[in-house]
């Protein structure tokens, strides 16, 4: 199966990521190159069998709803590119 | 014996004795770092001021007879675990300048036994990479011969310990990134069972496979390590609560009478035959001490580097949507709105692989691909891990080769990620399985680059990997050669 340079672009945008013409081209390649080998996958006979999430059996791991301190503001907001007020800024979203 | 040819065992003894202050260990490690890590680039950052601090609270400590397992123990970390106060990279340019507001539960635990902070390790962006490549900040190189690799994703954390810049390290293992790493720079790593060891405060990569693990020197210090940060954490939801044993009490009851599976599959074509005849040799030496084997099947190990490469890229591309350039890391902001602020950041923050990755998970993901990719990739995943279970239900413990060769030349794979894709062929079945794996040396090249062989055992039996590596060490000398540098 060929991955076509579209099908890259959609990609791209579903992931975030502005990729350059010859970013989408060597692309392309390389996801081609690893669709071709995982494609060994399809003659696995998998009919029957449970799909495997988590290799540990577990339940939801649940705590109890309890008030306690989170990370301090100043803390946090100091790894923010930019900040005002003990908020995250952001461009304007809404018109 | 120079302060740095020390192990943790023997460290331990010289510090509570007084013999060795924890502050000139500590400059003896910082000197080497000055005089050696230029050639290797094993170090992103090093914490020279509060390592000098910790230091000497340490030989407070020690006067006060206030003495914990670690005490004043030099020690150096993947830079994957988030520490306050200190820079933590991920090796990537979207985290250049993060400085993380806490410290993640491994790493508090390494504090809270008394250990010394010595820097930030380099790594595989991500710990996306199987050579230390990948990284931002250039490559690692082996301590053994600096045209090859080191390994990867811990690259950084298997170079510092074999060129003695550190005592020892933590790294991360989703795919074999403790193992492989510790097997091409001739030193011991440990792959502890998902569960073990929590994953609170370590940046997320594949969630289903990350584990964190120590690279040390010898066994007896894996143990120590081992022991020190193995435990449930009510932080991290897929930790397990579980006693831990006491990994020292059982390192000494040797390997007689134990079942070890040899799986064919693993000792095939592709496998190099300077690893075949270090396995083979190990195998001598095991059998001379007691051990039985048997050979056994692992009859999916084709289909596990496919596997790995769906699931792990899946979960990738969701864990890496938190890098948006928002509350943390590196922002590209042109003015043209919100949408085009992430694509940007993402653009210019990521590397090559990494973006690789990215992309092909979103692919496997996304509409009308899901049952062909993931919900089939999972389903390979059952079948991979029963091959391993099913096994371990005949045997003690499996052995098996760690990569399929010695480490290659820097630049030799970078051009064809599949090829170095397909180097984790031997370590990725065990995360997949969910189980754990110790690896150690066992033999060197004809060209002097360190041979790895790895136990695998059963879910939570890590004892019994340090107890059959042990033995195995105590019975060779292959722990003691020393790179030069």
């Known amino acids: 199966m060929k991955i076509t340079e579209n099908e890259v672009k959609k990609v791209a945008k579903l992931a975030k ?56 503001r100043d803390a946090v907001m100091a790894a923010a590119p930019k900040s005002a007020g003990g908020t995250f800024r952001v461009p304007k979203v809404i018109e | 014996m120079s302060l740095i040819d ?10 509570r004795s007084g013999k060795i202050s924890a502050a000139e260990l500590c400059d003896a490690y910082l000197a080497r770092i000055a005089s050696v890590d230029g050639e290797i680039n094993a170090y992103l950052t090093v914490a020279a001021e509060s390592a000098r601090a910790a230091a000497l609270a340490a030989d407070r400590d020690l006067a006060g007879g206030h003495v914990r397992p670690l005490t004043g123990i ?17 090796a990537s340019k979207i985290l250049t300048d993060y400085i993380p507001p806490y410290d993640g539960t491994a ?7 008394g250990a010394v902070l010595l820097g930030k390790l380099n790594m595989d962006e991500f710990a996306m990479g199987s050579s230390n490549e ?4 250039g490559a690692v190189r082996n301590p053994w011969n600096r045209d090859y690799v080191t390994g990867g994703s811990s690259g950084g954390s298997a170079a510092c310990v074999a060129a003695r810049t550190a005592l020892a390290s933590l790294g991360t293992d989703t795919g074999g990134s403790i193992r492989q790493p510790a097997a091409h720079c001739g030193v011991v790593g440990l792959k502890p069972t998902y569960g073990r060891v929590s994953r609170y405060g370590v940046i997320a990569y594949a969630s289903s496979l990350d584990q ?7 066994v007896r210090d894996c143990a120590i390590l081992a022991q020190a940060i193995a435990g449930y954490d009510p932080l991290d939801s897929t930790s397990v609560n579980a006693p831990v044993p006491d990994y020292l009490a059982s390192l000494e009851k040797g390997v007689k009478g134990l079942r070890i599976g040899l799986p064919r599959e693993y000792f095939g074509a592709g496998l190099d035959p300077e690893v075949k005849s270090a396995l083979e040799g190990a195998q001598r030496v095991l059998a001379g001490l007691g051990a039985e084997f048997v050979e056994i099947s ?30 943390f890391g590196l922002r590209v902001d042109e003015g043209e709105g919100l949408n085009a602020l992430y694509c940007r950041s993402r653009a210019a923050g990521f590397g090559a692989e990494v973006k690789r990755r990215i992309m092909l998970g ?41 990569a399929p060769t010695p480490a290659f030349r820097l630049g030799e794979k970078t051009a064809d990620p599949l090829q170095m894709y397909l180097s984790d062929i031997f370590t990725i079945p065990v995360n997949l399985a969910g189980t754990c794996a110790l690896s150690l040396p066992c033999g060197f090249s004809a060209g002097g680059l360190p041979i790895g062989m790895q136990f695998i055992g059963r879910p939570f039996a890590e004892a019994s990997l340090l107890q059959a590596a042990y033995a195995y060490e105590q019975a060779t000398e292959w722990h003691q050669r020393q790179a030069i540098l």
């Open chain 1, 17 to 72: 990521l502005t990729l350059s013409d010859p970013d989408i081209e060597r692309m392309a390649t390389d996801m081609d190159a690893m669709l071709a080998y995982v494609a060994t996958l399809a003659s696995l006979d998998t009919d029957g069998i449970v799909p495997t999430a988590h290799a540990v059996p577990m339940a939801n791991a649940f705590r109890t709803d309890q008030l306690r301190p989170s990370l301090e």
């Open chain 2, 6 to 15: 020390y192990t943790i065992a023997q460290l331990q003894t010289q510090l």
């Open chain 2, 362 to 402: 979103t692919y496997a993901l996304s509409a009308g691909y899901y049952d062909a990719y993931y919900l089939k990739a999972q389903k390979a995943r059952t079948l991979i891990r029963q091959d391993i279970i099913a096994a371990l239900d005949q045997v003690d413990l499996l052995l098996a080769p760690v």
């Open chain 2, 298 to 327: 692992l009859p999916h190990t084709e289909y596990a580097v496919a596997c790995y490469y769906l699931i792990a890229t899946a979960e990738a591309s969701s864990n890496l949507a938190r890098y948006d350039g928002i509350r």
């Open chain 2, 74 to 90: 030099p020690l150096a970390l993947k830079d994957i675990f988030v520490t306050k106060g200190i820079r933590t990279t991920c």
């Open chain 2, 212 to 218: 964190v693990g120590p690279l040390t020197r010898d």
């Open chain 2, 107 to 113: 790493v508090q635990r390494l504090y809270d036994s």
């Open chain 2, 134 to 137: 990948n990284s931002a900040f």
